[in-house]
């Protein structure tokens, strides 16, 4: 079943054109990676379709809802959640109290807030830093707790912006298992993208790529990663894991 609908999208600034007709589906409990240079347009187009921005063009509809243009606090409602690239906890609380926060602002009563809290951070490694200041914590850290957030509303479909970004080798891999283990085992649909090659052809069920705020291409990482444009426009000599 289709959960997220993308339909011929802009969004200009200015005059310049940053998201230009773009559409894609999402099926329920797929991965779908979206690549591209840097400028290409992708953080726009989350930005839209999260409800950060309002399309000047095209539709987005989750779970068959015309969800385009609502604020996004009422996208969250409706099942679906971001990440963002500068994490801006709450830093004078705790790494619970955060996730406590993110827990009432999707829905949660205030009662069993810090329960479900408490789970979540768990969930995603972060129990050895769950009582201490959010302002404290390290990168790696940081990137869980953004992403405690957005799990905090128990959303159909995740949206996720560089969630590896700034992450070593080793720091990146148990993320990795850990948004397998989302989809594979809560059947979260998710939306990520990401400059790491590597996690990119690990996680992605297909790929689209955006160049100048228009799609280039999309399908299968095997076959986008070889597509003559996509070498050309962004992938140039980079590793992508893919024998020739």
């Given at each position: 079943?289709?959960?997220?609908?993308?339909?011929?999208?802009?969004?200009?600034?200015?005059?310049?054109?940053?998201?230009?007709?773009?559409?894609f589906?999402?099926?329920?409990?797929s991965?779908?990676?979206?690549?591209?240079?840097?400028g290409?347009?992708?953080?726009?187009?989350?930005?839209?379709?999260?409800?950060?921005?309002?399309?000047?063009?095209?539709?987005?509809?989750?779970?068959?809802?015309?969800i385009?243009?609502?604020?996004?606090?009422?996208?969250?409602?409706?099942?679906?959640?971001?990440?963002f690239?500068?994490?801006?906890?709450?830093?004078?609380?705790?790494?619970?109290?955060?996730?406590?926060?993110?827990?009432m602002?999707?829905?949660?009563?205030?009662?069993?807030?810090?329960?479900?809290a408490?789970?979540?951070?768990?969930?995603?490694?972060?129990?050895?830093?769950?009582?201490?200041?959010?302002?404290?914590?390290?990168?790696?850290?940081?990137?869980?707790l953004e992403?405690?957030?957005?799990?905090?509303?128990?959303?159909?479909?995740?949206?996720?912006?560089?969630?590896?970004?700034?992450?070593?080798?080793?720091?990146?891999?148990?993320?990795?298992?850990?948004?397998?283990?989302?989809?594979?085992?809560?059947g979260?649909?998710?939306?990520?993208?990401?400059?790491?090659?590597?996690?990119?052809?690990?996680?992605?069920?297909?790929?689209?790529?955006?160049?100048?705020?228009?799609?280039?291409?999309?399908?299968?990482?095997?076959?986008v990663?070889?597509?003559?444009?996509?070498?050309?426009?962004?992938?140039?000599?980079?590793?992508?894991?893919?024998e020739?």
């Amino acid at each position: 079943m289709t959960l997220l609908t993308v339909e011929g999208v802009s969004k200009s600034f200015r005059g310049l054109r940053a998201v230009d007709d773009v559409g894609f589906e999402v099926t329920e409990g797929s991965v779908l990676g979206i690549i591209g240079p840097n400028g290409a347009g992708k953080t726009t187009l989350f930005n839209v379709v999260a409800g950060a921005l309002t399309p000047d063009s095209g539709a987005v509809h989750l779970g068959g809802r015309d969800i385009t243009g609502l604020p996004p606090h009422r996208i969250t409602a409706a099942g679906m959640a971001r990440t963002f690239q500068l994490m801006k906890p709450f830093v004078s609380m705790s790494v619970l109290d955060n996730v406590a926060v993110a827990v009432m602002a999707g829905g949660g009563s205030r009662r069993t807030a810090r329960t479900v809290a408490a789970e979540i951070v768990e969930r995603v490694g972060l129990g050895q830093w769950r009582d201490q200041r959010s302002d404290g914590l390290p990168t790696a850290a940081l990137k869980r707790l953004e992403l405690a957030r957005a799990l905090a509303g128990r959303p159909r479909v995740l949206l996720l912006d560089e969630v590896l970004a700034g992450l070593v080798p080793a720091e990146r891999a148990p993320v990795m298992e850990l948004l397998e283990d989302l989809r594979e085992n809560e059947g979260t649909t998710l939306v990520f993208v990401e400059h790491i090659m590597a996690a990119v052809m690990r996680l992605s069920d297909s790929v689209l790529v955006l160049d100048m705020g228009r799609v280039l291409t999309s399908g299968p990482p095997a076959e986008v990663v070889r597509d003559p444009r996509v070498i050309e426009a962004y992938l140039g000599e980079e590793p992508t894991g893919v024998e020739s």
